[in-house]
């Protein structure tokens, strides 16, 4: 008797195991340094894209485990399964795509912004940087664009932080940055201002090791699922209050066909 309890024990254990009672905790990555999107408020990591991760595990079912890195070290880190996705305002470009795959994009992105002090009246434009002392964040898509301009002294940061913080110092006179982060930082900083730089629409993805197929599958159908019931939108009129006509109708659905391209190129 006591030893077909013990078997009926064992196999309700492996039944609850089976059923995702025993499922394995993801490990994600992020650079808590690009508000709104993911940030410090003490020693929690919050922001649009924590909200939206933990939307989606719990979508599928799993448990997540967050951990902040460096920006240069979060691809190396999923590369060496040291973490099992990546949320960070992270943009699809063909570099990244040939060593990750990518999942439907969550976010679009569409411009790119200058800070200055706030008392600046020398830069107001792009051009305007020519000739200057520019800083921009190393892999960030200011680099990539600040980088191609003729005659602009590059200066390239782990950390946008430092970045804003020698703007403010007169290090550098300018950094260019993402929109978002960019109003953000000058919102919480008025020795600095934003304004208007390079008009760019880029996507923001959820990078996905190449060989795990399947976690890609999953986080797409969990995408689809919070936007349509609702979930996303409520987490981006948290973060984006004054923006809504980016909604998850223009920022999700409107890149459906890019996302299959993004994956199908990679």
Known sequence: MKLIQKLFILSSIVLAVSCGGGSKSLVVGTNAEFPPFEYLEGSEIVGFDIDLIKAVAEQMGTNITIENLSWDGLLPALQSKKIDLIISGMTVTPDRQAIVNFSKPYYLAEEQMIIVQSNNTNITT???????????????????????????????????????????????????????????????????????????????????????????????????????????????????????????????TNSTNSTTNSTTNS
């Open 126 to 252: 792009m051009e305007d940087l020519i000739g200057k002392k520019v800083g921009v964040v190393l892999g960030y898509t200011g680099d990539v664009i600040v980088s191609d301009m003729d005659g602009v002294n590059v200066d390239r940061y782990n950390s946008p932080y430092q970045a804003v913080i020698d703007v403010q110092y007169g290090k550098i006179d300018a950094l260019v940055v993402d929109n978002q982060p960019a109003q953000n930082y000058a919102a919480n900083n008025p020795a600095v201002k934003a304004i208007p730089g390079n008009n760019t629409e880029e996507e923001y993805a959820i990078a996905i090791p190449k060989e795990n197929v399947k976690l890609m599958e999953d986080i797409n159908a969990a995408l689809i699922a919070i936007q349509a019931n609702g979930t996303y939108q409520k987490i981006y009129d948290k973060y984006f209050p004054e923006n809504n006509t980016n909604s998850s109708t223009n920022s999700t």
